[in-house]
């Protein structure tokens, strides 16, 4: 078995094995099922589950951040825990070299590849509305679920092909009358994950501990 073995949210897959190959790390990723990502005590269960059935491993890394809280009170049964001190993936693909910089508009909505795949799949994707509701009704409705949130963001991650995105994009801005702003994603925690470099932007959970709540960074 593995030293290292890293549990992903899929949203984080190019940029992930981005890093990894840039590093040549031998971790073995597993990623985890999309339908996860709305519901935090399905994503504890399931993660809980998976780090009792490891076995003969040095280290666990949960590549998915505080989740909505999915990752509190996880407890370290099989080997060391490794968790980014992150909110969420978009703390991740936005952290440089130290998450104490990090600056983010948290009423902002962001979009990289995999967030535009994931929306896509969703109820609340432009087209998929138009189709069912009618343009009218589903513009409306879109009008009221975006009340407060017209400011879209991509992050260019250099993973993928940023034009797509932004197509897919544009017509809910003009819909919204909002702003498009690009943002550069340089993905230092994923970057020192590759590198085991867990330093202050980690936590780190000796076999037998438990995350606590009250170590990921806080809105602001």
């Known amino acids: 078995m593995p ?22 790390s031998e971790a073995v990723v597993f990623f985890l099922p999309r339908t996860l990502h709305s519901d935090p005590k399905e994503l504890h269960a399931y993660l809980q589950d998976k780090i009792d059935r490891f076995y003969n491993v040095d280290r666990i890394v949960l590549c998915v951040s505080g989740c909505g809280g999915g990752t509190a009170g996880l407890h370290a049964s099989s080997a060391e825990l490794v968790v980014p001190r992150t909110r969420d993936c978009l703390d991740v693909l936005l952290s440089g070299d130290s998450l104490a910089s990090l600056e983010r508009d948290i009423s902002g909505v962001y979009f990289t590849e995999s967030w535009m ?7 609340i994707d432009l087209d998929k509305l138009r189709a069912k509701m009618g343009r009218e009704a589903a513009d409306d409705f879109l009008r ?11 992050i260019d991650t250099g993973c993928y092909d940023v034009q797509t995105v932004k197509d ?6 003009e819909l919204l009358q909002g702003t498009m702003t690009m943002l550069h ?28 709540a009250g170590a990921f960074l806080k809105n602001r």
């Open 3 to 24: 030293k290292t073995v890293i549990l992903s949210c899929p949203t984080l897959r190019g940029e992930l094995q981005a890093a990894l190959a840039e590093a040549s």
């Open 117 to 123: 795949e994931f929306t896509k799949e969703s109820d």
């Open 144 to 154: 009221r679920l975006y009340k407060t949130c017209n400011k879209f963001y991509i």
């Open 168 to 173: 897919y994009v544009a017509p809910l801005v």
């Open 185 to 212: 994603g340089s993905c230092g925690v994923l970057r020192k994950i590759a590198l085991e470099q867990f330093d202050e932007d980690f936590i780190v959970v000796p076999k037998g501990g438990e995350v606590t």
